[in-house]
């Protein structure tokens, strides 16, 4: 039964945007070493779309090189004549070494060739952010536009913020954009929020363990802009359309408790199956209604979200103005990624609540195909791998880089059965840590 709830065309599409994304990033990552390699005269053996462990559904050899599109539709790679990597050839290695493979080449050359791809996906999560600045531009709801303050739930009341409080600043410090806020606190150790309650300034103490908390619940909507219960539509044949409710009516109270949209919710789970008096707005008259709460709690209609009630700050970028944009974004991802990873390998949040793999990465993407959606989550993606292949661990860029950087310095290379036990020894810890991460998500499915 459970199988027949899954709404399964959301999954197609979250699905099929996810191969999109990472067929892109990969795909221009490889063809970063593909070029280089190219460039300084190195054979390239193979240049693959998709994976193709046993066959491929296509392969065509031009030149020296078998190009191909896989059957596992993730990523892609290349295979670099005399490279140690993670199609471990050991029986070429055991030939000596020709003019034109990669071990025969330069350290310098080989020091490009081996960051050339994570160059390339910098550039790439630039390039979207500077277009997406220049076409879609940013829009946003102001912090100071709140006028109705935040929405707390219970996590944000157990630190002492309240309904309605306006959100003055973060350690003193104002956030234009609200959304901003809640990465403030967990990513910067931000320790004070200031609010205005009811005319008052008050300061709000953040605990240590806060942060830890907001990524254990995935509770980044702790404080949401506090918004009337406008109805954006009913759905036919509901309880709201029975009782003559309509698009553009505004709840303003239950049994003469003064309602917001985030108090519905409460209201009518305390008062399932009860009589209650309703009381609404349309246009400028004030009707009451005597209902009877649905035993489900559902009454068949949808509010009008935040962005569509309160004031939003737009912000348009020339072709010019679009590029430093691109890069500040580019500059804000790679630094957030960064102290996450911090966070995760300090201890401060539990890994299994915070790390997630493939599962996680398409759950991400809407479930409606939105290109600006999909192309800012394509540029997070380009610049995480980039981040994540520099890091100095055998197996990924990086850790080849740094063997080449220390062979530059010291002017000695690593033996071939060095680097192929480092080569293994990285596959072995990249694969674990791939599979634990798919584990962790399949059992939060499970639960």
Request: charged share 20%; aromatic share 12%; net charge positive.
């Amino acid at each position: 039964m459970a199988l027949l709830v899954i709404d399964w065309s959301a999954i197609g599409i979250r699905t099929l945007q996810f191969i999109l994304c990472i067929s892109i990033i990969v795909g221009l990552h490889e063809l970063g070493h593909f070029s280089t390699a190219k460039w300084f005269k190195c054979r390239v053996e193979k240049f693959y779309i998709f994976m193709n462990p046993w066959f491929s559904l296509f392969k065509k050899k031009i030149g020296e090189t078998e190009y191909g599109i896989g059957w596992v539709p993730f990523g892609g790679y290349v295979k670099i004549s005399g490279m140690i990597d993670e199609s471990m050839d050991k029986e070429q290695m055991k030939l000596p070494p020709q003019p034109w493979e990669f071990r025969s080449k330069p350290a310098w050359q080989r020091l490009i060739i081996m960051v050339s791809g994570v160059t390339v996906n910098l550039i790439l999560g630039f390039l979207i952010y500077a277009l997406m600045s220049w076409h879609w531009g940013d829009e946003y709801i102001p912090t100071n536009k709140l006028t109705y303050g935040v929405a707390s739930d219970s996590l944000a009341q157990s630190i002492g913020l309240k309904d309605g409080d306006k959100i003055l600043g973060i350690d003193g410090h104002y956030v234009d954009d609200f959304i901003e806020i809640p990465l403030k606190i967990i990513l910067y150790g931000s320790k004070t929020i200031q609010v205005d309650r009811d005319g008052r300034t008050e300061t709000i103490n953040i605990p240590k363990d806060f942060a830890g908390k907001l990524i254990k619940y995935k509770d980044l909507g702790f404080i949401a802009p506090r918004v009337p219960a406008e109805i954006d539509s009913v759905a036919p044949g509901s309880y709201a359309e029975k009782i003559g409710l309509r698009k553009g009516d505004r709840i303003i109270g239950m049994d003469n408790t003064i309602l917001f949209y985030s108090d519905i919710r409460k209201q009518v789970q305390n008062n399932k199956n009860k009589e209650a008096y309703l009381s609404y707005l349309r246009g400028n008259d004030t009707s009451k209604l005597k209902v009877t709460v649905p035993a489900s709690g559902i009454f068949g209609f949808y509010y009008t979200p935040a962005f569509e009630l309160l004031d939003k700050k737009i912000v348009k970028y020339s072709f010019i103005e679009a590029i430093p944009a691109g890069v500040r974004k580019s500059y804000l991802t790679l630094e957030r990624y960064w102290l996450q990873l911090k966070l995760i390998f300090s201890g401060k949040v539990n890994t299994n609540e915070s790390l997630g793999g493939v599962i996680s990465m398409g759950k991400m993407f809407p479930s409606i195909w939105d290109w600006q959606s999909f192309w800012k989550i394509t540029a997070l993606f380009s610049l995480i791998l980039a981040l994540m292949n520099i890091l100095p661990i055998p197996a990924l860029d990086g850790g080849h880089a740094l063997f080449t950087l220390i062979e530059m310095i010291t002017g000695r290379k690593p033996g071939d059965k060095f680097m192929e036990y480092a080569q293994m020894a990285g596959m072995v810890l990249l694969l674990g840590l791939m599979a634990y991460a798919l584990g962790l998500d399949i059992f939060r499915l499970f639960k």
